[in-house]
């Protein structure tokens, strides 16, 4: 019943975009020692949900099914940022700002969760 509710439907939608979002900064920071690595990132909500793609599954190659990540996600890219002498790009201190950011992303969508239910609860009761 509340799943068809817009506001709920978004704030889903930032939840598992966030999720998405830190798992990608989870495997940067778990390859952060790996020789050629390139880090990766995600487009930020605001332009997901512009482009349409907050619900909808995207690809990021054609071979590719449409995964939970690409689904919860949209585009992931490679972070530009100077190659370390062994080839990597990812930087512990950049990949530990964003995962702050995305958890202020994924507080904000839960307290977007948590006011709508309260707002439902009060015109119920």
Known sequence: ??????????????????????????????????????ARALEEFSETLLQGQASAPRR?????????????????TLRPGEAAPNGNTVSVETEMMDAARIQQQQSRALAVYRHAMGVIRSSLG
């Open 1 to 38: 019943m509340y799943q068809s509710l817009d506001l709920f439907s978004t704030a889903f939608a930032m939840a598992r975009h966030a999720s998405a979002r830190q798992a990608v900064v989870a495997g940067n920071m778990a390859n952060a020692d790996t020789p050629g690595y390139r």
């Open 60 to 76: 990021s190659r054609p071979g590719h099914l449409a995964g939970a990540e690409t689904a919860a996600a949209g585009r992931i």
